[in-house]
T-cell receptor
């Protein structure tokens, strides 16, 4: 299996521009997560989907952030307009969770390194 | 508020030596605890997952322990190698609304030197 695939791996953009990050989860996984990682705050959950439906978006920092999952094999995280404080590594992860949620492994992508100048 | 605290923040050891990383948590109701290894510039990779009833789990040279009474976990690395240089992240799950809510520690940065 190719694992969780994210693109772009690196992006540098100017403040005010729209940023779209993409993710392809592992085939057969029914949960997809978007995380943000910074030196100061570590890994933070932004939003997660179950069977393409957003379940918990309480971690999305503000209205400038939005995420979609139009089908089981694709998700996007969009920032519009971007700001310098959005500079971070954004990770997508996927998992197959059953009724017994203990013991499930969450697989992370390699991350999208975003710099907003 | 659910919290996960890791110590030390960073650690430098010589190749071949052992080390122990600590994780203290205040997460309730507890579901499971995971240790992840994150190489520089890469995504986190799962090392171990422990539920309430498990107090130790090994993955090669990595051994994790869990004391659910004191809400502490440790990750012991035996005979360290240069490739062990990475950030080690403790993640604790709480059962909420029929699912898991993860709380991440900020990690321990380990450097193994010759």
């Amino acid at each position: 299996d190719a694992g969780v695939i994210q693109s772009p791996r690196h992006e540098v953009t100017e403040m005010g521009q729209e940023v779209t990050l993409r993710c392809k989860p592992i085939s057969g996984h029914d949960y997809l997560f978007w995380y943000r990682q910074t030196m100061m705050r570590g890994l933070e959950l932004l939003i997660y989907f179950n069977n393409n439906v957003p379940i918990d978006d309480s971690g999305m920092p503000e209205d400038r952030f939005s995420a979609k999952m139009p089908n089981a094999s694709f998700s996007t995280l969009k920032i519009q307009p971007s700001e310098p404080r959005d500079s971070a590594v954004y990770f997508c992860a996927s998992s197959r969770l059953g009724q017994s949620v203990s013991g499930n492994t969450i697989y992370f992508g390699e991350g999208s390194w975003l710099t907003v100048v | 508020k659910n919290q996960v605290e890791q110590s030390p923040q960073s650690l430098i050891i010589l190749e071949g030596k052992n080390c122990t990383l600590q994780c203290n948590y205040t997460v309730s109701p507890f579901s499971n605890l995971r240790w992840y290894k994150q190489d520089t510039g890469r995504g986190p990779v799962s090392l171990t997952i422990m539920t309430f009833s498990e107090n130790t789990k090994s993955n090669g040279r990595y051994t994790a322990t869990l004391d659910a009474d004191t809400k502490q976990s440790s990750l012991h690395i035996t005979a360290s190698q240069l490739s062990d240089s990475a950030s080690y992240i403790c993640v604790v799950s709480a059962m909420e609304g029929g699912g898991n809510k993860l709380t991440f520690g900020t990690g321990t940065q380990l450097k193994v030197e010759l």
